[in-house]
């Protein structure tokens, strides 16, 4: 270290500061900061096709000729991008662009729980979503409600005996058609009685007797189920797009597919764009709310970027929205399907749907 110490002290300053300012440098182009970027990504048309398959089709008997009509609009889903193990200059570099937020990387891909793991439950989510959105969609247009059992809680009076799948066709005699009518049957048993269920499985009618256990909370007087309500349509709706994760498209998937199962144009040939996550009641005479989703402004940007010129926006996501608007970017309120619906007739008459 003779060198060194022969050096002068301006010099030794200026290669003790070289030094560190090479090391920082290093850090900060190479250790990822525990943040990462939530920035704008990708739209597709609900309308439309992907790789040269239509987003939403159908099988099946009795499938509307609407469904074969070519839109002159557009409603759009959109989804964020996220960006990963950033160093802190390139974190600083995106942040810098006002496109993109840093959020705390704990946010997106929680301690407890591995990147494959967080991926997986996305991916189960916008497949829920798929499930919410054709139920919505399909209860609006008043196709008819049927009931399933739908959870069987372990250990009660139905475990072994019905399955999730199994249709409820009637209960001692009675037919049932929906939840208020399974509930209505129900009022007048109480804990220990033995009721008769005759169910639909694959196609096969089957009769359980199940006799009533004690449960207080249990809204089905003992039967030990959480029954789901869904509408019936002789063909099935298919929703073809992968690699997106989340509930946030359910508004949008609900929207196209009411469009394409009824005549004429529900966007009056305007680009629309949106969000939301949708979530249908189970008593069907309530609208299905439009939940709160993340990355708004993200979305707002990615839309406009494709050419939407109209955005559904969910209520709760307003404040946020609000703060940065892309110009010759519409934001349309919407708290339920009903909303978004009467705001499509508001653009097809000439008027203005209700803003943020």
């Not at 995106?94 to 967080?118: C, H, M, T």
């Not at 349509?233 to 929207?255: C, E």
């Not at 680009?271 to 439009?290: H, L, M, N, R």
Request: proline share 7%; net charge negative.
């Amino acid at each position: 270290m003779d060198w060194f110490t022969r050096m002068s002290v301006r010099g030794r300053v200026l290669l003790v500061g070289s030094v560190l300012t090479l090391a920082l440098i290093a850090v900060g182009a190479a250790i990822p900061v525990p943040y990462v970027a939530e920035g704008p990504g990708v739209t597709f048309d609900t309308l439309g096709s992907v790789n040269g398959t239509e987003m939403i089709s159908f099988t099946g008997d009795d499938i509307p000729a609407s469904v074969d009509e070519k839109p002159s609009g557009h409603l759009n889903m959109t989804a964020i991008s996220i960006t990963d193990r950033l160093p802190l200059f390139a974190a600083l570099g995106l942040w810098g662009k006002g496109s993109y937020a840093l959020i705390p990387r704990e946010d997106q891909f929680p301690p407890n729980k591995s990147v494959e793991q967080v991926n997986k439950e996305n991916a189960q989510m916008f497949a829920e979503s798929q499930s919410a959105a054709e139920i919505s969609a399909l209860t609006y247009l008043g196709y008819p409600q049927v009931l399933y059992v739908g959870n069987v809680i372990d250990n009660s009076p139905s475990a072994g005996k019905l399955e999730p799948q199994d249709r409820i066709l009637s209960v001692n005699g009675t037919a049932v058609n929906d939840l208020k009518g399974l509930l209505t049957v129900m009022a007048g048993t109480k804990p220990g009685d033995a009721v008769e269920l005759v169910v639909d499985r694959d196609g096969k009618k089957l009769t359980e007797t199940i006799t009533l256990g004690e449960n207080p909370q249990d809204k089905t007087k003992g039967l030990g189920i959480e029954p789901q309500q869904r509408p019936s349509a002789p063909f099935q709706v298919n929703i073809t797009l992968d690699r997106i994760g989340g509930p946030s498209a359910g508004l949008m998937f609900t929207l196209g597919i009411i469009d394409k199962l009824t005549p004429g144009e529900l966007t009056s040939g305007h680009f629309i764009a949106g969000t939301g996550e949708i979530q249908p009641y189970a008593d069907a005479s309530k609208s299905p709310a439009v939940g709160a989703i993340g990355g708004i402004v993200q979305k707002l940007i990615t839309a406009r970027d494709a050419g939407a010129t109209v955005f559904l926006v969910p209520a709760p996501n307003c404040q946020e929205a609000l703060t940065r608007v892309p110009s010759g970017l519409e934001l349309v309120k919407v708290s339920t399907l009903d909303d978004a619906m009467a705001a499509m007739t508001d653009l097809k008459n000439g008027k203005t749907p209700a803003g943020c």
